[in-house]
């Protein structure tokens, strides 16, 4: 994905309330990779952890608006106690998360879920899920 | 020794055989613990947000009942409630501001200030019990049975709460150790299982539980120890379609800790509900002898 630095892409506002949720500066990410490198997600997702930081810094709406990466992370803390900015990365993938929960867009919806699988999902499974992924 | 000890609602429903045979474990060793009358669901996962403390409520209630109940300790044996519990605990103890906002909110409660101590069984038993007297007490020692321990994220991630080193970890290691098991290290031991994107993105989370057990079997593992029910989900109940899906799948005995440290300290296997496992489980045991054949 080529990576298009414009004024008109920029969005200071997005970069100020992801800062403002999350409570993460990642203004201090030097691309070094660790986070994707130790990301058990990273086949899934079509923007690793260091791009979603660099978009980021440039505050590129349109292509944090687009990547999957927050849906897929699994909030594991594996590239947070990795990362040598000590950034909390999760913190900042929560925070794109609720840039959208928080218009009422839910991202899994109970309805489609078979009813099979509700008798067969652990608890946990189902608190957590709704927890990440709905409003 | 009697400590406060919460439950949470996967224990009580689909992961009874992680409950049951701990109760029972504990017992064997001759700690009493103590359910707390009244409690809430803890949330499974903590809050990422720097601006949500509502979600704070749950866990802080439930700690908050805790030292009501006049303990200061609390155990979990669910791996999420204990994530949750802790951070939510470490939260009250050293943010002040975020503290009065919460004790606020919550006029109805008395006030808490991270008085409690939230354990884990795992924890609990390496630093209060210890290692060694839990290896005299085992009976049926595990002799022989090649066990690959998985530690997933939430005892290790993050740091603050992390009851061993996040990279590096021993602590389930030594405790199969003590109970006679041959320990088989192996990289993705703490490699996430995927956890709730079972929901949001189950091929994702099927393929890298699919990897883990993969990678515990080249590493030369019959079975594999876990201590979370949603890891026992993705890495145990999954593996039909594992098996459905990849030509490289196969079946792989999952069990909880504490179902192998039940049967270790000579616990009648009853208990342990094995059927809530998958078949090969209760089939390992037997043909290790570990369990008679008639049981
Ligand atoms: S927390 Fe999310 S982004 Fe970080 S390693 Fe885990 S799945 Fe990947
Ligand atoms: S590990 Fe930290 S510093 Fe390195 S790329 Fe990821 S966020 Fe940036």
Redesign the interface.
């Known amino acids: 994905m080529p990576l298009f630095i414009s004024k008109r892409d920029t969005d200071d506002k997005l970069r100020r309330k992801v800062m403002e949720i999350s409570g993460q500066n990642f203004q201090t990410c030097f691309q070094c990779g660790t986070c994707s490198g130790s990301c058990p997600m990273a086949d899934h997702i079509t923007v690793i952890p260091r791009k979603i930081m660099a978009l980021l810094q440039l505050g590129n709406k349109k292509a944090l608006e687009e990547a999957n990466t927050p849906w897929i992370c699994a909030s594991c803390h594996t590239c947070m106690v990795r990362c040598p900015r000590g950034i909390d990365i999760p913190r900042v993938m929560e925070a794109l998360r609720l840039l959208k929960l928080r218009r009422n867009i839910d991202h899994v919806e109970l309805k489609k879920i078979k009813p099979e699988e509700v008798s067969d999902l652990p608890q946990i499974a189902m608190v957590s899920g709704f927890r990440k992924m709905t409003s | 020794m009697k400590l406060s000890y919460y439950p949470?609602?996967?224990l009580k429903?689909?992961?009874k055989n992680l409950e049951l045979s701990a109760l029972a474990a504990l017992k064997a060793l001759g700690i009493e613990v103590d359910e707390l009358e009244r409690w809430n669901?803890c949330?499974?996962?903590y809050?990422?947000?720097?601006?949500?403390l509502i979600?704070l409520v749950a866990p802080v209630r439930d700690l908050i009942r805790v030292k009501e109940s006049g303990h200061d300790t609390v155990m979990t044996l669910?791996s999420?409630?204990f994530n949750t519990l802790a951070r939510a605990n470490e939260l009250m103890k050293h943010d002040e501001e975020k503290r009065f906002t919460i004790n606020t909110f919550m006029d109805e409660e008395p006030d808490y200030a991270g008085e409690v101590k939230v354990v884990h069984f795992l924890d609990f038993i390496r630093d209060d019990y210890g290692f060694d007297k839990l290896k005299e007490k085992v009976i049926n020692p595990l002799t022989g049975l090649k066990v690959a321990p998985y530690y997933g994220?939430t005892l290790?991630?993050?740091?603050e709460v992390a009851i061993d080193k996040?990279?590096n970890p021993s602590v389930l290691h030594r405790f199969l150790e003590a109970l006679g098991a041959t320990v088989v290290d192996f990289p993705s031991s703490?490699?996430?299982c995927?956890?709730?994107?079972?929901?949001?993105?189950p091929?994702?989370?099927l393929?890298?539980s699919h990897e883990i057990l993969g990678d515990a079997v080249r590493h030369g593992t019959e079975a594999l120890a876990l201590t979370c029910?949603?890891c026992?989900?993705n890495l145990g109940?999954r593996q039909d379609k594992m098996l459905e899906k990849y030509d490289d799948a196969g079946e792989v005995p999952v069990y909880y800790f504490t179902q192998l440290m039940a049967i270790a300290l000579g616990v009648d296997p009853g208990i342990s509900h094995f059927e809530l496992n998958r078949k090969s489980a209760l089939e390992l045991l037997k043909a290790r002898n570990l369990i008679k054949a008639s049981a």
């Open positions: 949470g609602c996967t429903t689909k992961a669901c949330g499974a996962v809050s990422l947000a720097d601006d949500d979600h669910c999420m409630c994220c290790l991630r993050p740091r996040p990279d703490t490699t996430c995927g956890t709730y994107q079972v929901l949001g993105a091929e994702a989370s393929r890298v029910p949603l026992d989900y109940r």
